[in-house]
């Protein structure tokens, strides 16, 4: 079995990865080592200076990730600052953000960017993206950061009402991992 280095203090993000990566054969291996998250415009931009930051600390394979919920009432809001207004308003800010806002219209989007970096190799990134829409009151008990608040487009239940497997299979999170392992199983 093959050993990558995730690098993420978010051990809910760790699980997600580690179940999804033991299927092809990887062993996911968790290290904090902590790196500067720049306020981009884009994840991808946050995501790419990450591994800019880390390539030469790193002397093996490995992959980082960052993620946002965009909502469509709010303009794209939290986006590329999700983990900061998690941190600072919470589940119930975004409630009362959305207070007013009908249920037809909590429409959002949660999105997710996968740098995977090798020694002396270009980075590659991975992106998988999951529609849906906000409830009005959080809901489950599984998962992490906003899964109590996002129920994945064709679902009737929230992310933190799903087992990690089964949101591993509508989750942004999910895609983006499982074209990291088709890539890795086809450069075996």
């Not at 306020?39 to 980082?64: H, M």
């Not at 800010?93 to 995977?116: H, N, Q």
Request: glycine share 8%; proline share 4%.
């Amino acid at each position: 079995m093959n050993t990558l280095w995730f690098i993420t203090s978010n051990r809910g993000k760790f699980q997600e990865a580690s179940r999804k990566l033991v299927e092809c054969k990887i062993k996911v291996v968790q290290k904090n080592l902590g790196y500067p998250e720049i306020q981009a415009n884009s994840l991808e931009d946050v995501a790419r200076f990450g591994v800019e930051c880390l390539q030469d600390k790193v002397d093996q394979p490995f992959f980082l990730e960052d993620a946002g919920l965009f909502i469509e009432s709010l303009h794209g809001f939290p986006g590329v600052y999700s983990s900061y207004v998690y941190n600072t308003i919470g589940l119930q800010g975004i409630l009362a953000l959305l207070k007013k806002t009908p249920t037809s219209e909590r429409t959002a989007c949660f999105r997710s960017v996968i740098a995977y970096k090798e020694p002396k190799e270009s980075s590659q990134y991975f992106i998988g993206e999951c529609s849906g829409r906000i409830t009005l009151e959080e809901r489950g008990s599984q998962g992490f950061g906003y899964d109590p608040l996002f129920i994945p487009q064709d679902n009737s239940r929230t992310f933190a009402e799903m087992h990690t497997e089964e949101k591993n299979q509508y989750s942004h999170r999910g895609r983006s991992l499982s074209q990291l392992a088709l890539f890795l199983q086809e450069r075996k």
